[in-house]
């Protein structure tokens, strides 16, 4: 079992942990810390035609599934699950909370994931998660859920950033990620390993081993699966940010919603997540509806990954008494 500790910073002379003890990046902020004035918003055109067409494209790829080889559903679902499982436990849990440690070769498998994800290199991934965290919904924070339910789902990536997100994102310090070779790599090569992982080998790989349509693949195995995992990862923006119940801290949108945890390999319990952002786990369900902890888990009893960080049960419990919805 990972220890339960309260983050890698240094341990009260007590040997007790609060809340009070956590890092400064993930401090929920005060309400007003930021201009409540929303300018005008400007929308990025490239970007609203090519969100456009790949959900064209995902929807054609929808249409073609009966006519695909099992094979292809198949390889389309694993491409699912790397891309999903790199957003999650690498740039979420790994590279923006360090809410766990890997080794080189698992920091590598995880940079190939978020390649197929093709949600952002790593950096800037993380230091967009961080602003979240510590701004979250005021106008510095990227998707701002009191903005309404279609901009923090995806209205956020169609217009230009607010201007106290730019501001308040360069005061994030992310040396850290910049120590890491593997972020350093792919923010250096992001493009042609997007386009590799993203889209050619998804579409190429079907059609050489097993004799798939170039066309049908495409549809399928890049538009489609690359569109399912996007709606996935901004239903924790939105939905998780809007809908369920709030048993840690009720002063804050983030919501405990089952139905995210299923499609987000666990990052649904979003209550506890944005009251515990150090927790590797994320949630205090232990194996429950929490995929990628699972695969951590087996990660550690492989040796790969190691120094994973959980709140202590204690902890957990005196923040529902004071601050839960049942407090």
Same mark, same amino acid.
């Given at each position: 079992?990972?220890?339960?500790?309260?983050? %890698?910073?240094?341990a009260?002379?007590?040997?007790?942990?609060?809340?009070?003890?956590?890092?400064q990046?993930?401090a929920?902020?005060?309400q #007003?810390?930021?201009?409540?004035?929303?300018?005008?918003?400007?929308?990025?055109?490239?970007?609203v035609?090519?969100?456009?067409?790949?959900?064209l #494209?995902?929807?054609?790829?929808?249409?073609?599934i009966?006519?695909?080889?099992?094979?292809t559903?198949?390889?389309?679902?694993?491409l699912?699950?790397l891309?999903?499982f790199g957003i999650?436990?690498?740039?979420? $849990?790994?590279?923006?909370?360090?809410?766990?440690?890997?080794?080189f070769?698992?920091?590598?498998?995880? #940079?190939?994931?978020?390649?197929?994800?093709?949600?952002n290199?790593?950096?800037?991934?993380?230091r967009?998660?961080?602003? =979240? =965290?510590?701004y979250?919904e005021?106008?510095?924070?990227p998707?701002?859920?009191?903005r #309404?339910?279609?901009?923090?789902?995806?209205?956020?990536?169609?217009?230009?950033k607010?201007p106290d997100v730019?501001?308040?994102?360069k005061?994030?310090?992310?040396s %850290?990620l910049?120590? %890491?070779?593997?972020?350093?790599?792919?923010?250096k090569?992001?493009i042609?390993?997007?386009?590799?992982?993203?889209?050619?080998l998804?579409?190429?790989?079907p059609?050489?081993?097993w004799?798939?349509?170039?066309f049908?693949?495409?549809?399928?195995?890049a538009?489609?699966?690359y569109?399912f995992?996007? =709606?996935?990862?901004?239903?924790?923006n939105?939905?998780?940010?809007? !809908?369920?119940?709030?048993?840690?801290?009720?002063?804050?949108?983030?919501?405990?919603n089952?139905?995210?945890?299923?499609?987000?390999?666990? /990052?649904?319990?979003?209550?506890f997540?944005?009251?515990?952002? !150090?927790?590797?786990?994320?949630? /205090?369900?232990?194996?429950?509806i929490?995929?990628?902890?699972n695969?951590?888990?087996?990660m550690?009893?492989?040796?790969?990954? !190691?120094?994973?960080?959980?709140?202590h049960?204690?902890?957990?419990? $005196?923040r529902?008494?004071?601050?839960?919805?049942h407090s």
């Open positions: 079992m990972p220890p339960r500790i309260k983050d %890698d910073f240094i009260p002379s007590d040997g007790k942990f609060d809340d009070a003890d956590m890092p990046l993930d929920v902020p005060l #007003g810390n930021t201009d409540s004035k929303i300018p005008p918003m400007k929308i990025v055109w490239k970007n035609i090519s969100m456009i067409y790949i959900h #494209g995902a929807l054609y790829g929808i249409y073609l009966p006519q695909a080889n099992w094979q559903l198949v390889f389309a679902y694993v699912y699950f891309g999903a999650t436990a690498g740039s979420h $849990r790994l590279w923006t909370h360090r809410s766990y440690k890997a080794k070769p698992f920091r590598i498998f995880l #940079g190939v994931c978020t390649s197929i994800a093709a949600q290199h790593i950096f800037e991934w993380s967009d998660h961080r602003v =979240h =965290h510590k979250s005021t106008n510095a924070d998707h701002n859920a009191k #309404g339910f279609f901009f923090s789902h995806v209205g956020w990536l169609l217009v230009r607010h730019v501001a308040k994102g005061g994030i310090d992310c %850290d910049l120590r %890491d070779p593997v972020v350093v790599f792919q923010k090569y992001y042609p390993l997007m386009l590799l992982f993203n889209y050619i998804p579409t190429v790989l059609h050489y081993f004799g798939e349509s170039l049908t693949s495409y549809f399928i195995c538009l489609f699966r569109v995992t996007l =709606h996935n990862t901004w239903a924790v939105s939905f998780a940010h809007m !809908y369920g119940n709030r048993p840690y801290d009720k002063n804050i949108n983030p919501a405990e089952v139905a995210v945890a299923l499609g987000a390999f666990g /990052e649904g319990w979003h209550n997540h944005h009251t515990f952002p !150090y927790d590797y786990a994320t949630s /205090e369900l232990g194996w429950r929490n995929v990628t902890r695969m951590l888990d087996l550690a009893k492989l040796g790969q990954v !190691y120094d994973r960080k959980q709140a049960t204690d902890v957990v419990d $005196r529902k008494l004071r601050t839960g919805e």
